[in-house]
């Protein structure tokens, strides 16, 4: 299979990173018979150094016309770098909530999954952990919070800011549509999340995800306050199979979701759509502390290059190759500095892809 693919390094850590998935990805064309053309794209702080933007119309165009784009991470250290002193539509962060909405890539699926060989960097204790958990994060990607409107004004002296939350039912009805597939190819589970006590984008989205559960009979739905949520996913998180939420719930219910997992290092991520196209990038950010050090764990990254194999090619078979050779070098013991733990072999990004890559044959 011909695969063209708009690779975006990014910032801080993305650029260590990209290149171990590229080196995984490059294993599996040569051991399957696939061509990975890889077009470099840029875009975050890399993109407003060059072009003082984070993402130029070539590039999201570029990427519009790719069959799928593989992304490290955007950013740097707010307060240091001068990226943060730009107005916040130049920002880096804003160039990635433009691919996001520029490719309608409204669907976030971030599996949450505890590796066997990393129990001892989970920071649950074992009597919660029990057989392990393995969920999924659906989250709504491209409205609510993130892309209402907001400004900033002084009133009467008084400096006031304001931030809307909106949700169409159009919008809440494609989302639990991704969370109701999501869940029949599992364990048939799906906890929708929202604030239904408090706020009303929360009730309609409770109301229209019960509509669209008619069409589910074989999928159990339950609901969940965001609150009751967080605090679950530390005391029992294999109660869960696929969680379904809004925008900003799901962007801090992942995080937290992948720190039970032992590393936000791990955890990789799709964006998708109602096309083929969709975005790869892992869960966590451009970690600008520890960028050019050969620290960072490439593991995330590589894992969202199985996931892009699966969704944008359908090469199933590719996908978990590429998942068993992570699980098989962890279980030879070899870690990256985040997941570390006494009598393992401690390793560097590089080598870390090289393992990874080497278990492909
Ligand atoms: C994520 C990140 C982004 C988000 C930031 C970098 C804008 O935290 O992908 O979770 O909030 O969506
Ligand atoms: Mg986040």
Known sequence: MDCNIAVIPGDGIGPEIVTEARKVLAKIGNTYGHKFNFTELLMGGASIDVHGVPLT??????ARNSDAVLLGAVGGNVGVSNWYSLPPELRPEAGLLKIRKGLNLYANLRPALLFEDLREAC????????DGFDLIVVRELTGGLYFGERKTVVEEGIRKAYDTLTYDEEEIRRIALWGFETARKRRKKLCSVDKANVIDSSRLWRQVVKEVSKDYPDVELSDMLVDNCAMQLVKDPGQFDVILTENMF?????DEASMVTGSIGMLPSASLGRTKLGLYEPSHGSAPDIAGQNKANPVATILSAAMLLRYSFDLEEEAKQIEEAVQKVLKNGYRT???????????????????????IK
């Open 57 to 62: 119309e070539e590039a999201l165009e570029a």
């Open 123 to 130: 920071p649950l204790k074992e009597s919660i952990i029990g």
């Open 250 to 254: 799901g962007d801090i219910l992942s």
């Open 337 to 359: 500095v985040d997941i570390m733990s006494d009598g393992n072999t401690l390793v560097g990004t590089d080598k870390m892809g090289d393992l990874i890559a080497g278990e």
